[in-house]
Each structure stands twice: as structure tokens, then as C-alpha cells.
């Protein structure tokens, strides 16, 4: 198991209002980047039927799973409704000298 | 009894929606969800998917367990079957005897699958419920023949699913080409093409003259004089909405039950949502219109919920259906038929996207085909751009260049 920060990608790989795949150590994660240039990390698939929440639409603070429209909050990973009832896992992320890393814990 | 409260009749989708969103918009009386099959709601769709090709027998996806609807005191009738509407009396009858009290009512009771009336028909399976794909599942074994008859959604995903069990598959469709209901001739060609590929005969613009039975198995008789021997034989000949409680009780019924916008029945006590409602849709100029979707069937039950607690919401939400067959996903976002023109964008790898436009260059409807990790972000914003009654440019929408997004802020 990896533990503590990993650096992911760099800033500016990801849009605003956008969300990318990051994968490491077999695990997979979905990161994003909201309007205001906040950074999130979640995992990277959806709680319902494991679709990649990286080929999902991000609006506001929704990461929508494009399969089923399933809907979380990315900063919190709360599940916002039918079809997902279960959250979904969240990770501090920081940015570094313009790098993303995200604490595995 | 206790106190008079809300009652779902149906325990699908539209049903299990509804009783949940009861409690999210903060109704805290009464709420009854009356089912007919002993499981706990359950997800439709995986049943001519997952359900036929697991390597196991799946349990029923449920979409609210008996833990879920516990915490949210929705009481859950399995097994239950409603046979009378007192509407003076606000009360129902059951199968059983047991009589019910309401103050609202929610019609969820869906639809089945249609009968095909032809010679010799006694014997076909259908599928409409997790019992039917678990005994269809268990039929359906390597080597065996299995002819389809109807080239629609339910035929065809069966058709992919039968052949992933290694069955040798012939579908018969008697309509010049498959999913002639709503799908662009673009994507069925593309679709039927895909079953080709996998070994399926796929025979279209065949009428059947009925089913025989030969040596223990049954043969399918066309109109063009062909002998189809088969070991099963499917029926997947499209839906019929469950409309006989409303038209027993007097409900006015058209193509379903009949709705207004705020999928209030003819009773103002009594609403519909899903398969077995059809209403007037405000983004079609109030076109009515009846929707078989897992999508509609969720948000149906969720406006219908609001509304039964005095919200008064129009239903707009953009029809949105998909089917997943081989490794090829199909989605359709608003109603085709509306549009007079087409414009394709072409993603790669075989994806494809078609804008559907109408006679004012407002994009009415779109459709795309391809893996779907291509292809559903892609029609997410064409739902968008549906909603918001946008009129891109054709030469925006044929560029793969140009980010639908982009098109959305503009």
C-alpha cells in the first residue's frame, strides 16, 4: 500500500472546471480542478456501477458519472441522489511549486 | 390502522424513486410502496445484461434495501397486488383483502412485456422481471439455438447477451430494419452491423406465420417460407403500459395514463409517474408522449414526488435512454423524430455523435454509438444544450475540435 503524498500531475494538466484519471499502485483516482482553481482528489470510480468519474462531467461542485448521471460533491464526495447512495472516498490534495500531490493517508 | 398517508402503487423505478424523494423534500406522514414481486425494488436494466451473462445467478440490483427504506419509514408492501381504486373513499383494495387508505396516490405500475399473439406462440419466453432473466439465464446455455423475434432494444441486448452464453442466435424482425422506434437509421445500421459481426443472423423485414413444434423443440415459420429450428424461442415485441387499475377506477387513459405536465392524473388526488404514464413533454410543445427509460422512470417519480407535496413542477426533463450491447453503448438524448436535419461528428475508434436539429436550427435531439467512455460526456452535453433549446452552428457541431462545453457557455 502507498501512503502519504504522491505527486500526481502537474497543475496545469488539468482545465478549470475539469477532471482527469490519475492511477497509482493499482489504485485509481479521479483528480479535479474547479472554476475558482480549487484542487480535489476523489477516487476515481463511481459508487454505483464503477464507471471512470474521469470521463464524468464537472459543474459546479458536481462530478456527474456520465454512465447513469450519477452525482457527487468532489470536495466532499457526497453522494447528491439517485442512483448513488454511497459517498465516495475524498483525499487532501495540495499544489507544490506547481505540482498536485494527493495524500493516499 | 394508522393514519392515511402517501401511497406508491409500483415498486420500480419511478416507485422506489418517489417514496425516497417523499422523504428528501421533507413529507413526514405516511408513505406505503406496494410491489407485486417478492423483492425489494430493484434496477431493470442490468436484467438483459449482467443479469443473462454473469458467471453466476446476480441477486436482484436493488436500488433500496429493506435497511434503506426502514430509515426512511417507507413501508413496503412485496408482493402485493392493488385490484381496486375506491377514489370516493380514498381507500384500496388488495389481492388479498387487505384494504388501504390514502390521502395521495402515486400510479408507479409501469408496463409489461407485450403478448405476440401469433400461432403456436404458447410457448415463448419473455422478459420483463428478474424471475423471467434468472429463468431465461438458466435456459439460455453454450451450443443451444435461440431465435428472437423483435429487433428492438429488449431482442437486441438479448441477442448480445445470448451470444455472449454461446447460443447461436437468429432475430427475426419483421420492420424493414431494427429500432425503427426513435433510433436513427445511422445507429441501427451500425448496431445491426456490430450483431453480424458477432455471429447473429439478423433477419429484417420478415413476418412470421406462426411457431411449430417439431421433435421436442419449436420452429419458427416466416412469411418468406424459411424454417427456423430453435430450442428457446424470445419474444421482445416492445412494452404495454400497466393502465388497467386507472381504467378500472375511470381514470382517463391515452397511450398510458393520461398526465398533465405535472403528472397529475384526471384525479387530483392521484398522480402517475414512469412507463405507465404518458404527458404532455413543455420542450416538444407540449407534444404527449409515453417514455420506456430507467432515466424518465427516476425523475418522473422524483417531480411527481414534489408535486404531490405542492411544488407544481412542469416534467422537462430531456428524454435520455441508452442500451449497452457487445462493447458498444447507444445513447439517445431527446426526441429524434422531431428534427428535420442531421449533422455527424466523428470521434474515432468507430464513436459517433448525430445532432438532430429542427426546422429552427434548435438542436432537438442527439444520438451517439461507440465505446461509452467516448461517447456519454459527449451526449451529457447535448442533453444540456437540449434543455436550454440552444442553436449551435452545424459546422460547431461537426467539428470534433470544438468542445460541446464551449458551445454550452456560449
Known sequence: MSSGWIEACKADDIDAEDVIRFDHDGRTFALYRSADDEYYATDGLCTHESFHLAEGLVMDNIIECPKHNGRFDYRTGEAKGAPVCVNLKTYPVKVEAGKILIDLG | ?410
Open chain 2, 1 to 410: 390502522m394508522s393514519e392515511a398517508g402517501i401511497v406508491i402503487v409500483g415498486a420500480g423505478e419511478a416507485g422506489a424513486r418517489a417514496a425516497l424523494a417523499l422523504r428528501e423534500n421533507g413529507w413526514t406522514g405516511a408513505v406505503t410502496l406496494i410491489g407485486d414481486e417478492p423483492h425489494p425494488p430493484y434496477e431493470r436494466p442490468p436484467l438483459s445484461k449482467a443479469v443473462i451473462v454473469a458467471a453466476g445467478e446476480l441477486d436482484p440490483p436493488t436500488i433500496l434495501d429493506t435497511a434503506r427504506m426502514r430509515d426512511n419509514r417507507i413501508d413496503f408492501l412485496p408482493g402485493a397486488t392493488v385490484v381496486r381504486i375506491d377514489r370516493g373513499a380514498h381507500r384500496l383494495a388488495l389481492a388479498d383483502g387487505r384494504h388501504l387508505s390514502y390521502s395521495q396516490l402515486l400510479l408507479a405500475t409501469g408496463s409489461r412485456a407485450r403478448p405476440l399473439a401469433i400461432r403456436g406462440s404458447q410457448n415463448l419466453l419473455y422478459l420483463r422481471t428478474y424471475a423471467e432473466a434468472i429463468a431465461l439465464r438458466r435456459r439460455l446455455q453454450a451450443g443451444m439455438r435461440v431465435g428472437i423475434i423483435g429487433g428492438g432494444f429488449i431482442g437486441l441486448e438479448l441477442a448480445a447477451s445470448a451470444t455472449a452464453r454461446g447460443c447461436e442466435v437468429t432475430v427475426i424482425e419483421m420492420a424493414p430494419r431494427v429500432l425503427m422506434r426513435g433510433v436513427p437509421e445511422e445507429i441501427a445500421t451500425t448496431i445491426a452491423d456490430r450483431h453480424r459481426s458477432a455471429g447473429v443472423d439478423l433477419r429484417t423485414g420478415v413476418g412470421i406465420n406462426g411457431i411449430e413444434a417439431q421433435d421436442h423443440r419449436q420452429v419458427i415459420v416466416t412469411a418468406d417460407g424459411a424454417r427456423i429450428v430453435c430450442d428457446e424461442i424470445i419474444a421482445g415485441v416492445g412494452a404495454v403500459p400497466e393502465t388497467a387499475l386507472a381504467k378500472d377506477s375511470g381514470l382517463d387513459i391515452e397511450n398510458g395514463i393520461r398526465v398533465d405536465g405535472h403528472l397529475r392524473t384526471s384525479d387530483r388526488d392521484i398522480f402517475a409517474a414512469g412507463d405507465c404514464c404518458s404527458f404532455p413533454h413543455a420542450l416538444y410543445g407540449d407534444r404527449r408522449v409515453r417514455l420506456e427509460a430507467w432515466r424518465n422512470a427516476q425523475e418522473q417519480g422524483a417531480t411527481a414526488a414534489r408535486n404531490m407535496l405542492g411544488a407544481a413542477t412542469a416534467h422537462e426533463a430531456v428524454p435520455s435512454f441508452w442500451s449497452d450491447q457487445y462493447n458498444v453503448t447507444l445513447r439517445i438524448v431527446g426526441l429524434p423524430d422531431t428534427a428535420v436535419s442531421t449533422v455527424t461528428r466523428r470521434l474515432g475508434d468507430g464513436a459517433c455523435l448525430y445532432f438532430h436539429l429542427g426546422a429552427d436550427g434548435r438542436l432537438m435531439a442527439a444520438s451517439g454509438i461507440g465505446s461509452d467512455s467516448m461517447i456519454a460526456k459527449e451526449i451529457r452535453l447535448a442533453e444540456l444544450l437540449i434543455a436550454r433549446q440552444r442553436q449551435p452552428a452545424p459546422d460547431e457541431l461537426e467539428n470534433p475540435n470544438v468542445r460541446l462545453k464551449s458551445l454550452l457557455n456560449s
